[in-house]
Each structure stands twice: as C-alpha cells, then as structure tokens.
T-cell receptor, first 118, second 114 residues
Framework: EPEVTQTPSHQVTQMGQEVILRCVPI?????FYWYRQILGQKVEFLVS????????KSEIFDDQFSVERPDGSNFTLKIRSTKLEDSAMYFC????????????????FGEGSWLTVV | AQSVTQLGSHVSVSEGALVLLRCNYS??????LFWYVQYPNQGLQLLLK??????LVKGINGFEAEFKKSETSFHLTKPSAHMSDAAEYFC????????????FGAGTRLAVHP
C-alpha cells in the first residue's frame, strides 16, 4: 500500500541552526501538509500546500518556517533558526484529488520526524 | 472556532471487553469527523471518517463510530478489545470556513490488559 515517507526519523540540532525535514507524499496526491505534535500536546496543523503554493497556514507557521516542493516527489519543511520550543514530532501528510479534505478526501500521514532542539 | 474534546486521556480495558473512546466536537457548520490511531513508533492511520452520509460509520479493525448531532458526539467503539488495539487514538474535525485542515483532540491512550 502506498505510504507517506519521512526523513529523518529523528534529528537533534543546536538552537539557532537550520533544519530541513523531508517527505515523499503518495505519488498521485495533490494536497500536502505539515502537522506537528509537541510532546504531551495535541497534533497541530502547520501548513497545507497545493498547486505549488501554500493554500493555508496556521499562526504557528511564521517567517522561520517555509515549505517547498523542489521536484516532483519531495516536499520539505525548513525551519530557519530553530528554537527550543520547536522540539516536536513533525508529521507530513498528503491527500488525493482536488479539494483535499473538503472534498471528502482522506489525509494520509507519515510516521513523523522527531526534532529535538538543544 | 471548532474544537474537539476527548474525555479520558487514558482508558484501560480487559481483553474481550467493550472499547468506548469518547469524542465531542464543536462546530458552527456540519463537520467532517475522523478517528486516527497511532501505534507505537508509527504514524497516524485513519480508522474511519464521517462525511455527512450514514451516521454509523464502520472502520478498520472492527471499530465503528456514531455521529450524534444532538449530542455533538462521535464516540468510537469496538465490541471486543484485542491486545493489538493498544495505541493512542485521536479524534479530529475538519475546520469550518473552508479551511482544508484537521483539528485534533488531545488523544486517548488505550491500554488492553489480559
């Protein structure tokens, strides 16, 4: 069964460093997402991406965050200057078809990338 | 704003017993509702979803959930728990206002003991 894959599974970085989390969405999907889960807290939406641009973003997704689809398969999340509070599990997700979730499509999640900022 | 409340951060049942995980939502428009499961060291896997069709939704692994508009609830049930059901379960609602995102509850960790 096709799945969303994420790398790395775990990364430790120093505060202030740049981090890139990588994702390969399911191949025929059109909507891509990043969510995060700080330890002990809810899974939170960060951003959705469609047709090579951000379609929605949360208030968490400030100027230190960016997303990119550099080629036909990868979808990346960059954190420019990491802070201690960025430590979290970051989930990439994708959904098929136009309209994404609102069209009744399912969002498929990857296994997550655990980021630890020290 | 939409929100999801999951009652009970930890639920423990015996193998073979009924599983009931509670989820209440608030939404100003008819919602889409979802249950996801997260097994240890794995990603979020969709169990089932409600998208305004039948109010009783059947999912994978013998789970089902019933949408009750009058109670703003979408509780997850399974008649007979298996050891393999031990995991964290998340209820989620699609956001109102045309937003293409999920709003998650805090999760319920299900333990199944022999």
């Amino acid at each position: 069964e096709p799945e969303v894959t994420q790398t790395p599974s775990h990364q430790v970085t120093q505060m202030g460093q740049e981090v890139i989390l990588r994702c390969v969405p399911i191949s025929n999907h059109l909507y891509f997402y990043w969510y995060r889960q700080i330890l002990g807290q809810k899974v939170e939406f960060l951003v959705s991406f469609y047709n090579n641009e951000i379609s929605e973003k949360s208030e968490i997704f400030d100027d230190q965050f960016s997303v990119e689809r550099p080629d036909g398969s990868n979808f990346t999340l960059k954190i420019r200057s990491t802070k201690l509070e960025d430590s979290a599990m970051y989930f990439c997700a994708s959904s098929p078809g136009t309209g994404g979730l609102l069209a009744g499509n399912t969002i498929y999640f990857g296994e997550g990338s655990w980021l630890t900022v020290v | 704003a939409q929100s999801v409340t999951q009652l009970g951060s930890h639920v423990s049942v015996s193998e073979g017993a009924l599983v009931l995980l509670r989820c209440n939502y608030s939404s100003s428009v008819p919602p889409y509702l979802f249950w996801y499961v997260q097994y240890p060291n794995q990603g979020l896997q969709l169990l089932l979803k409600y998208t305004s069709a039948a109010t009783l939704v059947k999912g994978i692994n013998g789970f089902e959930a019933e949408f009750k508009k009058s109670e703003t609830s979408f509780h997850l049930t399974k008649p007979s728990a298996h050891m393999s059901d031990a995991a964290e379960y998340f209820c989620a609602v699609s956001a109102a206002g045309g937003y293409n995102k999920l709003i998650f509850g805090a999760g319920t960790r299900l333990a199944v003991h022999p």
